[in-house]
């Protein structure tokens, strides 16, 4: 079954937005996606299309304070779809992007009890940045995002130190 990356569509919003909380076990994660991202930041929202059904997201910007970072700000796919590389077709195409405009690093951060999420982070290529805290041996930052809404913290480098682009593995 194929499975297309591409960038998001204006319009592709409303049929993405409708599913998050879904998506996400039923959490209210949809007021933390406005449309900005399907609109301003084209550049670096995609969308994993099969068919005619969106069956995942991502949606990113790059850095206004340093131009050299990319931020994923939501990653989703369709429960129905997980375990079939569709999250990791997603990120390869960010850092794709990410390359081709000079920049050297993505960050994330998620809820240091989504586990699969923090999983999946990990086997993409990222480490987890320090924290006081830990949880499942992994350091964490209490209330990052505001009372109660502790954060792993995730970086991966795109370079390796003699400036060459690192395979998704390492
Ligand atoms: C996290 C998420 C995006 C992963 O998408 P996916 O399409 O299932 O991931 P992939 O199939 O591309 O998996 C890539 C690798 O990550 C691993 N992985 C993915 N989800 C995992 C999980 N829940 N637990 C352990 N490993 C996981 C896969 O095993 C695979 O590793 P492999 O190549 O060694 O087999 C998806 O589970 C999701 O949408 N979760 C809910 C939303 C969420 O929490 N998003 C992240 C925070 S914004």
Redesign the pocket.
């Known amino acids: 079954m194929t499975v297309t990356i591409r960038h998001a569509e204006s319009d592709d919003y409303d049929r993405v937005i409708s599913n998050v909380d879904a998506?996400?076990?039923g959490r209210q994660?949809a007021g933390m996606l406005p449309r900005l991202f399907f609109t301003y930041f084209r550049p670096w929202t995609f969308v994993a299309v099969h068919e005619d059904s969106i069956v995942?997201f991502l949606a990113g910007f790059q850095s206004q304070t340093d131009p050299r970072q990319v931020y994923?700000?939501?990653?989703?796919?369709?429960?129905g779809?997980?375990?079939?590389?569709?999250?990791?077709?997603?990120?390869q195409r960010l850092f794709v992007e990410a390359t081709s405009r000079g920049c050297h690093e993505v960050y994330?951060?998620?809820?240091p009890t989504?586990?699969?999420?923090?999983?999946?982070?990990?086997?993409?290529g990222f480490a987890s940045l320090p924290g006081p805290c830990f949880e499942i041996q992994i350091p964490y930052s209490p209330d990052y995002d505001g009372p109660g809404e502790d954060r792993v913290r995730f970086r991966k480098p795109l370079l390796d130190r003699s400036g060459r682009l690192r395979s998704i593995a390492d």
């Open positions: 998506w996400w076990g994660m995942g994923c700000h939501f990653i989703g796919v369709d429960p779809w997980r375990g079939r590389g569709v999250g990791e077709a997603l990120y994330a951060v998620t809820a989504n586990r699969g999420s923090i999983a999946f982070h990990t086997r993409m």
